[in-house]
């Protein structure tokens, strides 16, 4: 069976980073027999330049009929002055709407190995594992009305729409009850039901889902609370189901708690689970160029496409193994590098991963 894969590397470190991630799946598609073929197209910045559009119509085209697409990063100081709609990140908004993805993984792994490069203590976070499952399309970020208006008397107001229906709770529900199956099998759904109506509903919904996949456990907790706990003891947490504002800010700060922005891959996926992987950090214009970029991020972003677009369990395990030895090696890029281990470059980075596999 033959699966497309579209690579989009974009701008800054991008195109250095997705040629990394481009060899380790070369690689695991030889390995694994998985009958991959890749293509590449042009997003963000690199798009403008070469066609005044970030997101080409045959980009687009593409895409839609991809089976999965890797996306690097895109962005830069150079297109910074252009009109909103033109500007590179358009790109990356107009493929997450147009082919629907509304379901955004985002694990949170600490690998042993880089457990100093945290901000809490090495014994919190050593080994955290922990996926959030946001959802991305919907929620007050988008719900309608909204604006700010003029009430009698001249003062302002501002209003965001709070809403959800049941079948979108319903599908990022199963997403979430899913990935949980495939990891330790617990799933924590985050919500303000204490106050807020719409998540009374999103806890009905996830109550009833769970009935349909009793090999996960599901448990409940306040948006509040779960800020603190992810703080206080990251690791009782295995998936963790959240709204797009919820899973916006909880998110992040579990990639804080990894303390590296280099190692953290993202899936965002639609009902056919075909999706875009990349990595969480931007285009960093900043070391574009100079060879010293961390490719892990990206490449631990096809894992995850093996893992949820092409159901290739064995290849993303793989390729995880390879990055975890290649860390016990103690070969490092600039950003992770620590005392007593070897700096390396984002090719021969690439490089130790391959050879590892
Ligand atoms: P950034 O993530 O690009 O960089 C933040 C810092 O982290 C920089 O110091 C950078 O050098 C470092 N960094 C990031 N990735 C790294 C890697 N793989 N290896 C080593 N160091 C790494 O964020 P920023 O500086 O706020 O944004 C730069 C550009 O990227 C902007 O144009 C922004 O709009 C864009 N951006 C794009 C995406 C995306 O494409 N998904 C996401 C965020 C920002």
Redesign the pocket.
């Known amino acids: 069976m033959s699966r497309s894969v579209l690579m989009l590397p ?1 701008d ?2 991008g195109p250095e ?1 997705v040629a990394e991630a481009e060899k380790v799946l070369n690689k695991v598609n030889d390995q694994f027999d998985l009958g991959l073929q890749f293509e590449t197209g042009l997003v ?1 910045g690199a798009a403008i330049d070469e066609t005044g559009e970030p997101l080409p119509s045959d980009t687009l085209e593409r895409a839609k009929k991809a089976d999965a697409i890797v ?1 690097g ?5 150079q297109w ?1 002055k252009l009109e909103m709609a033109k500007r ?2 358009k790109g ?1 908004l107009g493929l997450r709407s147009n082919l629907e993805l509304f379901a955004n993984l985002r694990p949170a792994i600490l690998y042993p190995q880089l457990a100093s490069a945290s901000s809490l203590k090495p014994e919190v976070v050593s080994g955290l594992d922990i996926m959030i499952v946001r959802e991305l399309t919907g929620g007050i970020y988008f719900g309608q009305p909204r604006g700010v208006r003029e009430l009698d008397g001249g003062e302002r107001q501002g209003f965001n729409t709070y809403i959800y229906s049941e079948s979108e709770i319903r599908r990022i529900g199963r997403v979430a009850f899913e990935a949980a199956q495939q990891r330790n099998g617990k799933l924590c759904s985050v919500d303000k039901a204490n106050v807020l109506e719409v998540t009374v509903l999103w806890r009905e919904i996830m109550e009833e889902l769970a009935k349909d996949y009793p090999d996960v456990e599901l448990s409940h907790m306040y948006v509040d609370n779960a800020a603190m706990q992810l703080v206080r003891a990251p690791k009782q947490f295995d998936v963790i189901v959240t709204g797009n504002m919820f899973g916006d800010i909880l998110s992040d700060e579990a990639a804080m708690l990894t303390g590296s ?2 190692m953290l891959p993202s899936a965002s996926l639609n009902s056919e689970k075909q999706g875009m992987y ?2 969480c ?7 574009a160029g100079q060879g ?4 892990l ?1 990206t490449i631990l972003s096809g894992a995850m496409m093996l893992r949820y677009s092409l159901g290739e369990e064995k290849a993303a395990e793989a390729i995880e193994a390879a990055v975890s030895k290649v860390l016990d090696q103690g070969l490092r ?3 992770i590098m620590s005392e007593g281990a070897k700096q390396v470059s984002t090719r021969e980075m690439g490089e130790a991963v391959l050879a590892a596999l």
């Open positions: 974009g800054g470190i980073i963000g996306l990063a895109v962005g830069g100081p910074d590179p990140e990356l922005i280099g990349e990595p950090h931007g285009s960093a214009p900043d070391i010293i970029a961390n490719p991020a890029t600039a950003d």
